[in-house]
T-cell receptor, first 115, second 115 residues
Framework: AQKVTQAQTEISVVEKEDVTLDCVYE???????LFWYKQPPSGELVFLIRRNSFDEQNEISGRYSWNFQKSTSSFNFTITASQVVDSAVYFC????????????FGPGTRLSVLP | GAGVSQTPSNKVTEKGKYVELRCDPISGHTALYWYRQSLGQGPEFLIY????????DSGLPNDRFFAVRPEGSVSTLKIQRTERGDSAVYLC?????????????FGPGTRLTVL
């Protein structure tokens, strides 16, 4: 069975602080995909990144960076110099072969960035 | 509009009633997905369509739930004999091709409350 754990339910930081959102996953598959999504107060889920299990290179996109470590089954997300607009619920997700019921979301971490 | 739209935005109904939730995907997107998001949890996959056909309906919780997409565009999620446990936000998403997360966009959701 596949499972995604996001141990941090809520995080509050002050603007310009760096913040890391943790994601730990469980799967028996050798091929899988990991994702991060942002859900702002408006409700739409916004796709941020997809990473496949064979690519452990860290990724940086502007103020966002992701650290994928297969040895610890973790796919953590760091926001550098956070801004108020980063306030949202962030979901980590896991998929086997990019399909349907095998697309499992974690419970989410609510990030509040205070001015 | 350019994005995925869902109507109604809010629906309040009584236990035992029938409801229909509508999703208008982005024009030209062949794949359409329904998810259910309970309070404080990540989205849970329900069903996905490729064109007019349900390619994977394994996430539908029971036979009270049904979805159609008769012309390969608009989709309707139908719930019969609603129960209080059906209360959730129902999210719709569409993508150019099946499970193409790079082109997958989510709608704002329909918040269903069953009294």
């Amino acid at each position: 069975a596949q499972k995604v754990t996001q141990a941090q339910t809520e995080i509050s930081v002050v603007e310009k602080e760096d913040v890391t959102l943790d994601c730990v996953y469980e799967t028996r598959d050798t091929t899988y995909y990991l994702f991060w999504y942002k859900q702002p107060p408006s409700g739409e889920l916004v796709f941020l990144i997809r990473r496949n299990s064979f690519d452990e290179q860290n990724e940086i996109s502007g103020r966002y960076s992701w650290n994928f470590q297969k040895s610890t089954s973790s796919f953590n997300f760091t926001i550098t110099a956070s801004q108020v607009v980063d306030s949202a619920v962030y979901f980590c997700a896991l998929s086997r072969d990019n399909y349907g019921q095998n697309f499992v979301f974690g419970p989410g971490t609510r990030l509040s960035v205070l001015p | 509009g350019a994005g995925v739209s869902q109507t109604p935005s809010n629906k309040v109904t009584e236990k035992g009633k029938y409801v229909e939730l509508r999703c208008d995907p982005i024009s030209g997107h062949t794949a359409l997905y329904w998810y259910r998001q309970s309070l404080g949890q990540g989205p849970e996959f329900l069903i996905y369509f490729q064109g007019t056909g349900a390619a994977d309906d394994s996430g539908l919780p029971n036979d009270r739930f049904f979805a159609v997409r008769p012309e390969g565009s608009v989709s309707t999620l139908k719930i019969q004999r609603t129960e209080r446990g059906d209360s959730a936000v129902y999210l719709c998403a569409s993508s150019l091709r099946a499970w193409d997360t790079d082109t997958q966009y989510f709608g704002p959701g329909t918040r269903l409350t069953v009294l």
